[in-house]
């Protein structure tokens, strides 16, 4: 068994191995079916022995041969086929960070572990990004893969600001926010008993705020705009 602290595709390296080894029924026959299905032999070769530039010239190999494919077969073909991955995944208690492996092995001749114990699916023109867990993701392998996460969503989303919540901070953003709202929709009141209208003070906005008008809580208040300020 892979140590606690190997990378993530050292332990699917691990993984990949036991498969083959101990569920060829289950994982290897399945996908050499599916090479034959599709005119090839179903032999297929372990592109991470593979090092530098061979590697390499192999990923580009195994791109070029899934673009061919994906121009030769009807778009069913290719749906049914991610049906019977889909499949494999499910019968070996994997995660969808398999299926491109997968399918690199039955289109392109080369299979590999993937990256990550989770996927990662990014689509730029839609603007969207999510993180597949699969049974045996843990915290471990999510910090792991945290740095390519993020690149992405910068990516995708570019440069956002971020609110920070520090122990009091998320009280006093809401605090400010009410605020906010007292002097932009309720800036001017009309008296009970005079009907004439005025406008609300500072201690009036403290008092419907945080129950309590004094000038000890007009001066929080008065503060915390300047604090929260710059999270809003």
């Not at 036991?18 to 050499?32: E, V």
């Not at 990256?115 to 392998?141: G, P, Q, R």
């Not at 440069?159 to 906010?180: E, H, P, S, V, W």
């Amino acid at each position: 068994m892979p140590k606690k602290g190997t990378p993530t595709y050292q332990k699917n390296e691990y993984k990949l191995e036991l498969l083959l080894t101990t569920r060829p029924d289950q994982f290897l026959k399945p996908i050499m079916e599916l090479r034959r299905g599709f005119g090839h032999n179903t032999f297929f070769r372990f592109l991470y022995v593979l090092q530098g530039k061979e590697f390499d010239q192999k990923k580009q190999l195994i791109l070029q041969r899934k673009l061919k494919f994906i121009e030769e077969y009807p778009k069913q073909t290719i749906v049914n086929l991610n049906k019977k991955i889909k499949e494999i995944i499910l019968n070996n208690h994997l995660g969808d960070e398999w299926i491109s492996p997968i399918l690199d092995a039955i289109v392109g001749g080369y299979i590999y572990p993937p990256s990550y114990n989770l996927d990662i699916f990014d689509n730029a023109s839609t603007k969207e990004l999510s993180v597949k867990l699969n049974a045996s993701t843990s915290l471990e392998d999510i910090r792991e893969a945290w740095p390519e996460i993020r690149k992405k969503q910068r990516t995708i989303f570019g440069k956002i600001k971020q609110t920070y919540f520090g122990k009091k901070t998320g009280r006093n953003l809401l605090i400010a926010l009410k605020d906010m709202r007292e002097r932009r929709l309720n800036n001017e009141v009309v008296d009970n008993v005079s009907w004439e209208k005025y406008k609300l003070t500072d201690s009036d906005r403290a008092e419907n705020i945080l129950g309590d008008g004094t000038t000890r809580k007009v001066n929080f208040l008065r503060q915390n705009r300047k604090r929260i300020k710059e999270k809003i």
